[in-house]
């Protein structure tokens, strides 16, 4: 397993969402969207690109969620999750957006520089 070449956090959690875009453009959850609300650092030696694609969230059951992509292209540059270069020593704040079930009780979320790294584990509480 390569080493980890970013380092993220999570800054806050929005549960319960319905919509997302605006009222042109948008998309509504089939469940709920979660938005996760992180800072992803490139602590490597070259640039990195972040994108939503690459990042998992699991509940307290076990499960496994992809975000979904429709919902981050909706929320446009406010989500700054898809195919954001970061170059090495620099971070980016961006959004990834879940559809998942209503009552989910959220464990950990997976954050990833690429399919082939490491990544590191976020836990969130059982939120």
Not at 18 to 28: A, I, L
Not at 60 to 87: C, H, P, W, Y
Not at 112 to 117: A, E, G, K, L, P
């Amino acid at each position: 397993m390569p080493p980890a070449q970013a380092e993220g956090h999570v800054t806050n959690v929005k549960k319960g969402v319905k919509r997302v875009g605006d009222e042109y453009f948008g998309s509504t959850a089939q469940g709920q969207y979660v938005l996760i609300y992180v800072t992803v650092e490139n602590i490597g030696d070259k640039a990195r690109t972040f994108t939503a694609g690459n990042q998992t969230l699991y509940d307290t059951k076990g499960r496994k969620f992809d975000t979904d992509g429709g919902a981050t292209v909706m929320m446009g540059e406010k989500s700054r999750s898809f195919l954001e270069q970061i170059n090495p020593g620099n971070s980016v704040h961006g959004i990834l957006i879940f559809d998942v079930p209503r009552g989910i009780r959220l464990k950990a979320v997976e954050l990833h520089d690429s399919v082939f790294s490491g990544g590191v584990t976020v836990p969130l509480g059982n939120r």
